[in-house]
C-alpha cells in the first residue's frame, strides 16, 4: 500500500515513484505533476539521459519529434542520440543508428498480427503471399535503441543501456538482411521516431532490393514525430501494405505527462492526419491504435476517451487494449484484472468502436 504525496490516500494501486494517485493528476496537477516529474529525472539520471528535453535559445534546434530540442554546445537532445559538436548536430543519421534487427517467423506476436497480411492474409495477393498467416516467410523486426518519451512502466526499458554508448550500425547492413523470404519490416523499441531519417533510408533501399516482391513497411510507435516525417512514413506504408500502430498511452493530457515525461497532443494530431488517409487503403488497415492497461492509472474514464476519439475518425480501426505486466519504475503495481480489461473492451464497444479486442491475454489476472 502507497500513500499519494498530495491527497494522503492509500492504495495498492498508487505507484512509489510516481508518488501520485489518478484523481490528483486529474484534479490537482498543479499539485501532482512536480511530484511525478521527480520519478522521471530520477530514472533519466540512472542512465545519463537529459533530465528534460534541452531548450537553449543558443542551441542547435532539432525537429524530428516533439520535444523540439535546441542542444546547447556539447549537450545532447532528449533521446540521447544527438550532440551539437562544434555547432553541428552529430550522432545518428540516414546512414548509421543505434538498433538491433532479427528475422521473426510469420505469423508473430505483433501488435497488428490480428488483422495485418501476415497473420491474416489481408490484401491478398497485392500484399499478402497467401489468403491466410504467411507461414514460411519472416518479418525483419527492428529495434531501435532510444525514444522521445520516458514511460515509467516502460516494457523495454533496457534499451536505455544502449542509447550512450558509442557504436552504430550503418542502413546498408540492415538491408542486407531483407532476403527473399521477408516480407514485412517492422521498426519498433524505445521508440522509431527518433531515428526517422535511418528507418526512412532504410525503407527505400529495402523496397527497391525487393521491387516486384511483397515487402510491407510498418511501424510501432508512440506518434511523436514531425508531421512531414509522417507524411513520408505513410506514403511508404500505404504504398508498401504497411501499417502505422499508435501506442495511444492515455487520453488526458496531465496523466500522460505524469506517465511519459511528454505530452499527447502530437500524438493526437498525427493519429487524426493518418486517419484522413484511411480510404485510400481500407485493407489491409493502415492506421492500428492500442493502449497498455495500467492498474491504477489507465481506467475506464481514459479508454473512453481514446475509443471516442477514435471512433470519431473511423470506428473500423483496429485497437487492442493490452494487459500490463509490472515494469522499470512502475513494477509496485499489480497485473491487470480480467473484470478490468473486460468492463474496457465493453466501453470501447459502447463508443462505436467495431474492431476490438484484448491482447496479452496470458497477463491477465
Not at 66 to 83: A, D, F, W
Not at 222 to 238: T, V
Amino acid at each position: 500500500m502507497v500513500q499519494c504525496s498530495v491527497c494522503n490516500t492509500t492504495s495498492g494501486y498508487i505507484s512509489q515513484e510516481l508518488g501520485v494517485c489518478l484523481r490528483c493528476i486529474r484534479e490537482r496537477p498543479e499539485d501532482a505533476l512536480p511530484r511525478a516529474m521527480r520519478a522521471h529525472r530520477k530514472s533519466r539520471i540512472a542512465f545519463g539521459l537529459p533530465e528534460r528535453p534541452p531548450k537553449d535559445p543558443d542551441g542547435l534546434p532539432c525537429k524530428v519529434c516533439v520535444n523540439e530540442c535546441r542542444i546547447h554546445e556539447n549537450g545532447i537532445g532528449y533521446c540521447g542520440l544527438r550532440k551539437n559538436e562544434g555547432g553541428r548536430i552529430r550522432g545518428v543519421s540516414s546512414e548509421r543508428g543505434k538498433l538491433l534487427w532479427y528475422h521473426d517467423p510469420l505469423p508473430t506476436n505483433c501488435v497488428g498480427d490480428w488483422v495485418c497480411p501476415g497473420g491474416t492474409g489481408a490484401g491478398y495477393p497485392k500484399y499478402a503471399y497467401c489468403q491466410g498467416p504467411e507461414l514460411g516467410y519472416k518479418n525483419l523486426a527492428v529495434f531501435f535503441h532510444a525514444c522521445s518519451f520516458n514511460c515509467l512502466y516502460c516494457q523495454n526499458w533496457h534499451f536505455r543501456k544502449e542509447t550512450l554508448k558509442p557504436y552504430t550500425r550503418s542502413v546498408d547492413e540492415l538491408v542486407a538482411d531483407v532476403d527473399k523470404k521477408t516480407s514485412c519490416i517492422c521498426y519498433f523499441g524505445g521508440d522509431p521516431v527518433p531515428q526517422t531519417p535511418f528507418l526512412l533510408k532504410a525503407s527505400r533501399l529495402a523496397l527497391e532490393k525487393k521491387k516486384g516482391r511483397i515487402l510491407r513497411i510498418c511501424w510501432e510507435t508512440n506518434g511523436s514525430m514531425n508531421k512531414h516525417i509522417l507524411d513520408r512514413m505513410m506514403e511508404l506504408a500505404l504504398k508498401s501494405g504497411g501499417c502505422i500502430k499508435f501506442d495511444l498511452k492515455a487520453w488526458n493530457e496531465d496523466l500522460h505527462i505524469a506517465l511519459t515525461g511528454v505530452t499527447n497532443k502530437r500524438t493526437i494530431e498525427n493519429f487524426a492526419r493518418v486517419g484522413r488517409k484511411i480510404m485510400q487503403r481500407p485493407v489491409p488497415p493502415l492506421l492500428i491504435a492500442n493502449t497498455l492497461l495500467v492498474p491504477g492509472y489507465i481506467d475506464e474514464d481514459e479508454i473512453r476517451g481514446i475509443a471516442r476519439f477514435i471512433a470519431s475518425i473511423n470506428p473500423d480501426i483496429p485497437y487492442s487494449l493490452l494487459a500490463f505486466y509490472p515494469h522499470f519504475y512502475m513494477s509496485d503495481l499489480p497485473q491487470t484484472q480480467r473484470v478490468m480489461a473486460d468492463r474496457c473492451l465493453a466501453i470501447a464497444r459502447e463508443e462505436g468502436l467495431k474492431n476490438v479486442r484484448i491482447g496479452n491475454i496470458h497477463l491477465l489476472v
